[in-house]
């Protein structure tokens, strides 16, 4: 997507593991969203954040899953002990005022073994 | 019931033909409806949006938006190989910040 870049592209990790998956958007965007892409389904939402405040978290799936976004630009979504269930593409998208404008980053694929 | 269904497919069409994807929805609160491309492995790219009901058109694209029958289209006139790609539709209230609900995806396969 335009000026949304996520890393790493792809991960793998043994189950239990911790990770954490980065998404920098381009100045400017103060929406920035986290969603879940399993495969064959379309994104689901997991979490929204206006500059650096935390919004609406109401689609992390349980509290293994953290967000942040301290200064307002780059956010790190992060994991801990990983399940198999959590392998999917992790998407952020990143948007001005209007939802109209959500441009995505290529997503983070994670595979946990 | 999922507050967005739409097919699945997979839906093959012969190139130069006219492709017709449709979503249905629940929630009467949706103000804004979006369609998205996706191609393996990459991030949904936005189509196009519209706002609340009516057509919108844009080259080959055209989106239209019935809300008194909660259903959403999206057809592309003259398909090419290159529109290969999964089509996601994509829901939200007015207020910014709102998540997008998405359905889950019609995969579009266009040959030569």
């Known amino acids: 997507g335009a000026g949304v870049s996520q890393s790493p592209r792809y991960k793998v990790a043994k189950r239990g593991q911790d990770v954490a998956l980065r998404c920098d958007p381009i100045?400017?965007?103060?929406?920035l969203f986290w969603y879940q892409q399993a495969l064959g389904q379309g994104p689901e939402f997991l979490t929204y954040f206006q500059n650096e405040a935390q919004l609406d978290k109401s689609g992390l799936p349980s509290d293994r899953f953290f967000a942040e976004r301290p200064e307002g630009s780059v956010s790190t979504l992060k994991i801990q002990r990983t399940q198999q269930e959590d392998s999917a593409v992790y998407l952020c998208a990143a948007s001005g005022r209007l939802n109209t404008e959500a441009f995505f980053g290529q997503g983070t694929r994670l595979t946990v073994v | 019931q999922k507050e967005v269904e739409q097919d699945p497919g997979p839906l093959s069409v012969p190139e130069g033909a006219i492709v017709s994807l449709n979503c249905t929805y629940s929630n009467s609160a949706f103000q804004y409806f979006m369609w998205y491309r996706q191609y393996s492995r990459k991030g949904p790219e936005l189509l196009m949006y519209?706002?609340?009901?009516g057509n919108k058109e844009d080259g080959r694209f055209t989106a239209q938006v019935d809300k008194s029958s909660k259903y959403i289209s999206l057809f592309i006139r003259d398909s090419q190989p290159s529109d290969s790609a999964t089509y996601l539709c994509?829901?939200?209230?007015?207020?910014?910040?709102?998540?997008?609900?998405f359905g889950k995806g019609t995969t579009l396969s266009v040959s030569s």
């Open positions: 100045s400017g965007h103060v929406s």
């Open positions: 519209t706002y609340s009901s």
């Open positions: 994509a829901m939200s209230g007015y207020q910014a910040g709102t998540a997008l609900i």
